[in-house]
């Protein structure tokens, strides 16, 4: 019953995520839940490229068994990279908007209408 | 020999190209400012010429496939492999090909454009480095033939998006602007990544013909449907997804939201790639079809009406952007709804989807087009206001007549592109359902409304006295939007010949999801 735990956190922590982008009206907050988001879809990734018994791809004096295949590794690899790319824009972005407005409260930080 | 070798390696250049152009630029520019305008021309125009030999290649011999990092670029599945292509392999069919070129002729026209529009304000090294890597983000959507790496692609274009967005800060508005526009690409994003890590688990393959050729449409693919729909007809801005459209489009300089146009048709182009070559008949194309039939009436509608009591003249434009979005919706989405029956699709489906498709390209023009007027506008009175506006027309003559050319073709009148993309929609969408033809027409004699009133508050009237010293706007932005407006006039006076050259080979690919799998699988 324990081989679906990891799916079902997985889908916990993206729901999680998107209720706090909805529910906190602190920018850094809503940033916050979009970084939870995008942890809970690294571990759908890392779980589903799990193979109970295989072995790690490493040639060298490795041990007999089978080896995995690790593309979502790499995939979850790059999305890791990515994700510290996009925090760090956003969160450069939430600075220039508390210096220019001097609030980070989304509920003032809005001149765009109509 | 050399020759050869660069007919060879076309996809691959074709992102390499300005990729290395984008993350030299900077250095040239530490050096000078002069040398650096000319670098990004020279690379972009290296891109475009790239874009068309791959055109003309995939249209003359069919879709060119391109392995990273095999032996051959045609050597797709490893021999020891057991049948899987594991190397990220770009699949370029005749729609990406299509779309490439679109990308590449507006990102040679903003270019052009943006060497006098962008001289007055800082960090333009970046902003140029921006540029190409969106331009990167772009092609490497419509090329690559992998699940993740259109993810990859993906997420350059939204980041690279952003912060040309958010590039002239504007007291922290643009800011705004360009910060919901990265939330909620990245989120949309990560969508695109949970769908794809759905389908991976389940088929064990990244390759999009290889999924396609082994989808089962389980309750899981259904999942992975509505997310990957979901997240692309966000970025591409339909209804009721398109509440960041006009702050990205209003607050970004002009150029950029020429660009931005084409980044969200590359969504689109997700949208139709995802749907026809990657379910393909397994799914319930009718019901599918009617879901993006009405997604596209609504955008037409509803954009269309949010437009009309617009002030600001680029919100007022990105509104009507939404809303031409729901033409290609419209057109494709028909053509999914008929998509098994063969007849039908014979009679009316390839046509409206034709009609779509062609109108990608159009709006990429009189959209770009549009949007450099408005920025020239800006340009020269510091303003984008409708009400504060007027009698331009006596001192900005060239800009006016782009202007119209743009308007009356987004209003679809003859002899200008927009004409012959909705003509074909109409036509075909009449025989399938003639209440949504009529709501097609409806919504473009509303456009034409709308655009009679920005004229005439924007051109006509006595020359205002706080407008007296306004002057026609430099060389190189005159030519960027001849650029364009050039395109606009020769793609409606020779409809035939585009359609017949590029638009019926686009949408013969979309159609055809057997020959897409085989051209990659090699005919298994």
Redesign the interface.
């Known amino acids: 019953m324990f081989f679906n735990l990891p799916f079902i956190v997985a889908a916990l922590l ?1 729901i999680l995520g ?1 209720t706090t ?1 909805l529910i906190k009206r602190n ?1 850094i907050k ?2 916050m839940g ?1 970084a939870l ?2 942890a809970g ?1 690294n571990l ?2 890392v779980s ?1 490229g799990y193979r109970a018994g295989g072995i790690a791809p490493i040639f060298t004096s490795a041990p007999d068994g089978v080896m995995v295949m690790p ?2 590794q790499a ?1 979850t690899l ?2 890791i990279v ?1 994700g510290i ?2 925090t760090a ?2 969160l450069s ?2 600075m ?2 508390y ?3 001097g609030t980070a409260n989304a509920e003032k ?1 809005r ?2 209408r ?1 | 020999m050399m020759q050869e070798l660069l007919l060879q390696n076309l996809p691959a250049l074709l992102l390499a190209v300005p990729m290395l152009g984008a993350f030299v630029t900077p250095l040239i520019g530490r050096a000078s400012g002069g040398a650096r305008n000319l670098w990004a021309v020279a690379v972009m125009l290296a891109t475009l010429a790239v874009a068309v030999l791959l055109t003309a290649q995939v249209l003359s011999s069919g879709t060119v496939v391109y392995t990273f990092g095999a032996a051959a670029p045609d050597l797709t599945v490893p021999a020891d492999s057991g049948g899987i292509p594991i190397r990220i392999i770009f699949a370029v069919d005749a729609m990406g090909a299509f779309m490439a070129l679109a990308a590449s002729l507006v990102g040679l026209g903003v270019m052009l454009y943006s060497l006098a529009s962008a001289t007055r304000s800082t960090g333009q090294n970046g902003y140029y480095a921006l540029l190409l890597l969106l331009v990167v983000g772009i092609l490497g959507m419509v090329c690559t033939g992998d699940m993740f790496n259109f993810f990859v692609f993906l997420e350059i274009n939204s980041l690279a998006g952003a912060a040309l967005v958010a590039s002239r800060v504007d007291k922290g508005v643009a800011v705004e602007a360009g910060l919901k526009y990265a939330v909620l690409s990245t989120l949309g994003g990560l969508l695109v990544l949970f769908a794809i890590a759905l389908l991976y688990g389940q088929y064990g393959a990244l390759n999009i013909a290889v999924i396609a050729s082994r989808m089962l449409f389980t309750p899981l693919d259904q999942i992975a449907l509505v997310m990957l729909l979901v997240a692309l007809a966000m970025k591409a801005g339909a209804v009721p997804m398109h509440f960041w459209t006009p702050d990205a489009y209003s607050m970004a300089p002009s150029s950029i939201t020429a660009l931005l146009v084409v980044a969200s048709q590359a969504s689109l182009y997700g949208v139709f790639r995802v749907v026809f070559t990657l379910y393909g008949l397994t799914l319930d194309y009718a019901t599918i079809g009617w879901i993006i039939i009405i997604l596209g009436v609504l955008s037409m509608f509803v954009g269309v009406t949010m437009a009309i009591p617009q002030k600001d003249v680029k919100r007022l434009m990105a509104y009507h952007a939404v809303s031409q979005t729901g033409y290609m919706l419209l057109g494709v989405g028909v053509g999914l709804a008929v998509l098994g029956n063969q007849q039908l699709l014979d009679t009316y489906g390839v046509i409206a989807m034709e009609g779509g498709i062609f109108h990608i390209i159009n709006h990429a023009m009189y959209k770009g087009l549009l949007f450099l007027t408005a920025g020239a506008i800006f340009y020269r009175t510091g303003t984008r206001n409708l009400n504060q506006l007027g009698g331009l027309g006596h001192s900005m003559k060239w800009t006016m007549v782009f202007f119209i050319i743009g308007a009356l073709a987004i209003a679809g009148i003859p002899p200008f592109n927009g004409f012959a993309s909705k003509l074909m929609i109409y036509e075909s969408v009449f025989l399938f359902n003639p209440l949504l033809a009529i709501i097609a027409m409806v919504v473009s004699i509303l456009t034409l409304a709308s655009f009679v009133k920005v004229f005439h508050s924007i051109f006509m009237g006595p020359r205002l006295p706080e407008y007296a010293d306004v002057r026609e706007v430099p060389a190189p932005m005159i030519i960027g939007m001849a650029l364009l407006s050039l395109l606009v006039i020769l793609f409606g006076v020779f409809p035939q010949e585009v359609v017949d050259l590029l638009i019926t080979p686009a949408a013969g690919a979309l159609i055809d999801q057997g020959g897409y799998i085989a051209s990659v699988l090699g005919g298994a």
């Open positions: 993206v998107i982008m920018l809503m940033i979009l988001v995008e879809v759908l990734l589903i593309t979502v995939m790059t999305n990515i790319a996009t824009l956003l972005f939430v220039v908007i210096r220019m407005y930080v001149k765009l109509g």
